[in-house]
C-alpha cells in the first residue's frame, strides 16, 4: 500500500470537500471528492491476522441526517426560535471571537438543534432508536482533539438561554446533570459551570455577552459515575456493620445524587465519554472466556451503574433528553468475543479520519517495511512491526504470566530500538530549538504483567537508548493504580494521587509531569488525558477494528498548535510515528525514508503577574446606546457626495434552455428591469431605505419611546435627501438622465445609500453616546490575557506585561524597539485579538471588529491607541470613525483617564507622535 504525502486536504473551518479512499485492486488511497460517507470499519474473520482489511460498515441514519442538516443551515434555519436564531449567529461570526469554531463542533450543534426546531416535515423518515430504556439518548460521535466539551457548552447555552427566554416550552431545560467517566474529566469538565474560573462561555465567546444574564439562570451539577453508585438490599445483608437499613429508594437516591438539583423535573443529561454508559447484554457472558469475561464484567459494573442511576433519575425526575459525547460509542455486541456494536443512535459523525484529513489531530506515521524478514500482505510484504502482537513469538510470550524481570520477546525489544532511536533523533532536534519539553513515547500494553516487563527492560537499560531509561521520567499505569488513587488511605493514597498527577500533566509546564518522556499504559489511558507532547506510539495487543484504533491512537494525537500553512486556511501538519497498531484500514503518512520533522518550537506568549505595574487596562464595552436629539435635522449640502457605479450594474440578462447539455441560443427569453417600471416606485424606495436605516439603529435608541416617535422624521429626511439634485452622483451621468434609470439605479444599490445615510446621521444627530459594558467583566486588562503560543517571531519585552511582542512584519518589530527606547512611554502592549482590545464597527451592513496594534500608556498617564502602516480606503475610514467614537464616550464618562488615537505611517515617526500628547 502506496503511502500519502500529505493527508491533510481540508480545512478545519470548513465543511470537507475531499477525502482519501482506498483502492482494494490498486491497494492504494486516492482523493476522493466530497465529505466522507458517515461509517466505521472492523477487522474481518481473520482477526489479528495481516491481511484482513476489514469491512465498511455505514451509519445510515447519520448519512440520512446529514444533506438534511446542510439543506436546513442554507435556507437560514427555518423553524428556530429567536434565541436560537441569534446563537447560530453569534457562532458562526468568526469577528466575534478570538478562536472561531471548527466545522464539525458546528456541525455536530446544529445537528442536535435541527433535531429539536427544524420543521416536523425535514424529518420525516428520521427515526432515533433507542437502548432498551425509558429516555431518549441522542448520541454525537466526534473524535479525540475536535473539541467536544465546547460542543457541549454550546449545548448548554442553547438548552438553557431558551428555557429561560420561553419557560412554557418543553423542548429545553435549564437544569444540566453532567455525569463524566472518572476524577480526571470530572474535573476538566468545571470549565462548562458559567461562573467558574476560566469557563468556556467567555473564554470560547460561547454566547454573546448580553446572553451571559440567561444562562445564569440555568442550574448545572456535574458529577462522575461513581458517585450514582449504591448498595442493593443482598449487599447491605453481607455487610458486618450493626447498620442493616435497607437500600435507598428511588426517592431518596434521587436527592442524594442530584442534591440541590433535585428540586427540579425534566432534567437535562450529558454523558462525556459515554461509550462507558450501556446496558447489560445477556448473551456476552456466554461467549466470553478467561481474561476477556473478567474485563467485560468489570466494564459491566460501570456501565450498569451508570444507567441504572440514570433510570432512577427518570423515574423520580424524568429525563427531558440524554446527550451521549464519544469518540468511539460503542459496547460490546455479544456476537463475539471482541466485537463492538456501535451506538444506535447516533446522530452525527467526525471520526478520526475526518479529523486527520482536517488537521485537527496529529498525522499518523506507520511503519510499512524494514530490513528483516517481511510479512505477505495480499501480494505486498509488510514489516512484522506494523502489528507486533500479531506475530506468534510476540502474542503467546506476552499472554502468560511472567515475572517483570524477565526479558522481552526479540521483535518487541528490537520494535524499542528503532523506535527509540527515533525518538531520540526527535528528541535532540526539539531540545537543539529550545522546546520546553520533551517528546514522550507512549506504549499501550495488553496487561499489566507486560507492561511491568517493559518498564523494567527500560529501567535496567536493556534497551539501548540511555535518554529513554531514566526511572524518574518513565511512568507506568494501569486501571489498577487509579482505582487505588481514589480508594487508598493515607500515604498509600499521597502516593497513588501523586502518580496520577504526574500522568496527568503529561508535557505541561510547571506541573508534576512535565519532563516525563515515556509512559507505559496498560489499556487505555484515561479519558481526559490531553498530553500534546506524543511522538511515538507502540501498540501491544489484540486490535479488531478501527474504533479500537481510534482509542488507542487517539491518546497520542493532540495537537501542539493550531498554526495555518502559510495562505492558507489549513493546518501546519504534525506528526506521530506509530508501531503495532494496524492501520490497515486508516490512511496514513508513511513508506518513504526519514523522520519526520519536528514541531516548530512555539513561544509562550502570557501576562507575567510580577509585572503589575506595566498593566494596561480598559473598559469592556459591547455597543453604545445613542441619545439622540429630539428633533432630526439633515443638511443636504453637508452630507458628502454618493457616487453609484452604473458600468457594473446588470440591468437586463437572457436565460437560454438546456437541451442535452448545451443551451439553446435560438430560444432565449429576456429579464430587463426598465420594463418592471411599475414594480420600482420612488415612495416605495423612500419607505426602505428609511426602513432600513432605523432597523440599523434600533438597537442603539436609548429611549425606547423616542425612537419609535422619529421613524416619521427618518421619512421625512430621507425623501428631502433622495430629492435633492446631485446627493447622489450616478456614472455614467446617461444613467442619471430620468427618473426611471435613478430609480432602478437605487434600488440596486439600496445597501450603500442606507449606510451612507445612517453613518451621516449617527454622526450629526447623536447627542451623546452610552457605554453598554459587558456584565461579565466591565473592565479588561493585560493581565487577563489568557496564556497562548506562537511560531512567529517575537521580541521579548520590558514595559510591557505581556511577556513578547508578536510580530507580523519587520515594521512592527521596528515600533516594539522605538517603544521600549522612548522615554515618555510608561508601559505598552501590542494588541491582537488574544488581547482581546476591539472596536466594534458596521461596514456595508456587516458588523465587525477592529483591532489596533498597540496600545500605549504615557508618562503623564494618557492612553494612546496607536494603528501603524496607515492606510486609505472606505472600510478604514470606518474604523476611524468607529475609533473616534470610542474613545470620545470613554473619555467622557471620566472614569477611565484620557484616551487618544494617532496614525503611524513611519517607524521614524513614532517619537513624534507621542511628543504630540505628552
Not at 423518515?125 to 454525537?140: H, K, M, Q
Request: charged share 25%; hydrophobic share 35%; glycine share 6%.
Amino acid at each position: 500500500m502506496a503511502g500519502i504525502d500529505h493527508l491533510i486536504i481540508n480545512s478545519a473551518y470548513h465543511e470537507p470537500t475531499s477525502h482519501w479512499k482506498y483502492d482494494l485492486p490498486t491497494k492504494q488511497f486516492h482523493k476522493e471528492p466530497g465529505r466522507r460517507p458517515a461509517g466505521y470499519i472492523v477487522a474481518g474473520q481473520e482477526r489479528n491476522a495481516y491481511n484482513d482489511l476489514g469491512v465498511f460498515r455505514p451509519l445510515p441514519l447519520v448519512n440520512m441526517i446529514r444533506p438534511r442538516v446542510k439543506a436546513w443551515r442554507e435556507a437560514g434555519y427555518p423553524g428556530v426560535t429567536g434565541i436560537t436564531r441569534r446563537l447560530l449567529a453569534h457562532w458562526h461570526d468568526t469577528e466575534a471571537r478570538t478562536y472561531p469554531f471548527f466545522f464539525c463542533q458546528l456541525d455536530a450543534i446544529e445537528t442536535l438543534i435541527w433535531l429539536a426546531e427544524a420543521p416536523d416535515a425535514d424529518k420525516v423518515g428520521v427515526n432515533i432508536p433507542g437502548d432498551g430504556g425509558d429516555f431518549r439518548r441522542i448520541c454525537t460521535k466526534m473524535c479525540t482533539g475536535s473539541g467536544k466539551t465546547i460542543v457541549m457548552a454550546m449545548l448548554i447555552a442553547w438548552q438553557v438561554c431558551n428555557k429561560v427566554a420561553y419557560p412554557q416550552d418543553t423542548r429545553f431545560s435549564k437544569h444540566v446533570l453532567i455525569v463524566a467517566p472518572g476524577l480526571t474529566v470530572r474535573s476538566r469538565l468545571e470549565v462548562l459551570t458559567p461562573g467558574g474560573d476560566d469557563n468556556y462561555f467567555v473564554k470560547f465567546a460561547v454566547v454573546p455577552s448580553g446572553m451571559m444574564d440567561l444562562l445564569r439562570q440555568g442550574s448545572l451539577k456535574i458529577i462522575n459515575w461513581q458517585s450514582m453508585a449504591w448498595q442493593t438490599d443482598e449487599e447491605i445483608a453481607k455487610k458486618k456493620s450493626v447498620d442493616k437499613r435497607g437500600a435507598l429508594s428511588d426517592e431518596a437516591y434521587t436527592r442524594e445524587v442530584l442534591g440541590e438539583m433535585s428540586r427540579y423535573h425534566n432534567i437535562l443529561v450529558i454523558n462525556d465519554e459515554a461509550h462507558h454508559a450501556w446496558r447489560k447484554n445477556p448473551e456476552i457472558k456466554i461467549s466470553l472466556k478467561g481474561q476477556d469475561k473478567k474485563e467485560y464484567i468489570a466494564n459491566e459494573e460501570e456501565a450498569t451503574v451508570w444507567i441504572s442511576g440514570l433510570d432512577r433519575i427518570n423515574k423520580t425526575r424524568n429525563i427531558l433528553c440524554c446527550y451521549d459525547f464519544s469518540a468511539t460509542p460503542f459496547a460490546p455486541s455479544g456476537k463475539k468475543n471482541d466485537d463492538e456494536a456501535l451506538f444506535g443512535w447516533i446522530v452525527s459523525d467526525f471520526g478520526l479520519n475526518d479529523g486527520i484529513e482536517s488537521g485537527l489531530v496529529k498525522t499518523p506515521r506507520i511503519v510499512v517495511r524494514d530490513d528483516g524478514l517481511q510479512v505477505k500482505v495480499d501480494n505486498e510484504y509488510r514489516s512484522k512491526l506494523y502489528h507486533i502482537y500479531a506475530d506468534p513469538t510476540v502474542k503467546d510470550d506476552i499472554n502468560r504470566d511472567a515475572e517483570p524481570t524477565e526479558p522481552l520477546p526479540d521483535l518487541l525489544t528490537q520494535a524499542y530500538e528503532l523506535l527509540g532511536r527515533d525518538w531520540l533523533v526527535t528528541y535532540r532536534a526539539w531540545m537543539e530549538q529550545g522546546m520546553p519539553t520533551p517528546p514522550v513515547m507512549i506504549t499501550v500494553a495488553n496487561r499489566t504483567e507486560t507492561a511491568a516487563r517493559i518498564k523494567n527492560a527500560f529501567d535496567k537499560e536493556h534497551i539501548s537508548i540511555t535518554e529513554l531509561c531514566d526511572p524518574d521520567l518513565t511512568v507506568r499505569i494501569d486501571s489498577k493504580i487509579l482505582k487505588e488513587a481514589e480508594s487508598a488511605t493515607g500515604s498509600r493514597k499521597e502516593a497513588a494521587q501523586a502518580l496520577r498527577d504526574k500522568v496527568d500533566t503529561v508535557g505541561r509546564i510547571g506541573k508534576p509531569g512535565e519532563q516525563i518522556r515515556n509512559v507505559i499504559s496498560v489499556g487505555m489511558l484515561s479519558e481526559g488525558w490531553d498530553a500534546n507532547t506524543v511522538t511515538h506510539i507502540l501498540g501491544l495487543r489484540a486490535f479488531s477494528s478501527q474504533l479500537l484504533c481510534e482509542q488507542v491512537v487517539g491518546r497520542g494525537l493532540r495537537r501542539t498548535s493550531y498554526d495555518l500553512q502559510e495562505g492558507t486556511d489549513m493546518f501546519t501538519p504534525e506528526y506521530v510515528n506509530i508501531f503495532g497498531i494496524p492501520f490497515h484500514f486508516l490512511p496514513t503518512e508513511g513508506g518513504g525514508s526519514g523522520v519526520p520533522q519536528p514541531p516548530v518550537p512555539k513561544t509562550q506568549i502570557e501576562a507575567l503577574p510580577e509585572r503589575a505595574e506595566y498593566s494596561i487596562s480598559w473598559p469592556n464595552i459591547v455597543r453604545f446606546d445613542r441619545v439622540w436629539r429630539p428633533k432630526l435635522t439633515l443638511n443636504v449640502d453637508e452630507v458628502p457626495t454618493l457616487v453609484l457605479d452604473a458600468t457594473d450594474t446588470r440591468l437586463s440578462a437572457d436565460l437560454a434552455p438546456v437541451v442535452d447539455g448545451n443551451t439553446d441560443l435560438t430560444k432565449c427569453t429576456e429579464i430587463d428591469l426598465e420594463k418592471l417600471d411599475a414594480e420600482i416606485r420612488m415612495q416605495s424606495i423612500i419607505f426602505r431605505v428609511a426602513g432600513d436605516i432605523f432597523d440599523s439603529t434600533t438597537a442603539s435608541w436609548k429611549d425606547e419611546g423616542t425612537k419609535y416617535a422619529l421613524i416619521g422624521q427618518l421619512i421625512h429626511l430621507i425623501e428631502l435627501y433622495l430629492q435633492t439634485p446631485n446627493a447622489i452622483y450616478i456614472d455614467p451621468p446617461l444613467f442619471n438622465s430620468d427618473d426611471l434609470h435613478r430609480r432602478i439605479m437605487y434600488t440596486l444599490h439600496m445597501n450603500r445609500i442606507v449606510q451612507h445615510v445612517a453613518d451621516y446621521i449617527k454622526a450629526t444627530q447623536t447627542d451623546h453616546l452610552v457605554p453598554v459594558y459587558d456584565t461579565n467583566k466591565k473592565v479588561r486588562s493585560t493581565a487577563d490575557m489568557m496564556t497562548w503560543f506562537t511560531t512567529k517571531p517575537t521580541n521579548v519585552t520590558k514595559k510591557s506585561q505581556i511577556s513578547q511582542v508578536v510580530c507580523d512584519s519587520g515594521w512592527e518589530s521596528t515600533e516594539s524597539y522605538v517603544l521600549e527606547k522612548n522615554e515618555h512611554v510608561a508601559a505598552y502592549a501590542k494588541n491582537d485579538k488574544h488581547l482581546g482590545f476591539k472596536v466594534i464597527y458596521t461596514f456595508r451592513g456587516v458588523i465587525r471588529n477592529y483591532i489596533p496594534d498597540f496600545l500605549i500608556r504615557l508618562d503623564n498617564g494618557t492612553m494612546l491607541v496607536l494603528e501603524t502602516k496607515g492606510q486609505k480606503n472606505d472600510e478604514v475610514e470606518v474604523k476611524r470613525k468607529a475609533l473616534a467614537e470610542w474613545i470620545s464616550a470613554v473619555n467622557a464618562t471620566h472614569e477611565y483617564g484620557h484616551w487618544v488615537s494617532d496614525i503611524s505611517y513611519n517607524v521614524k515617526d513614532v517619537d513624534g507622535i507621542i511628543a504630540k500628547y505628552i
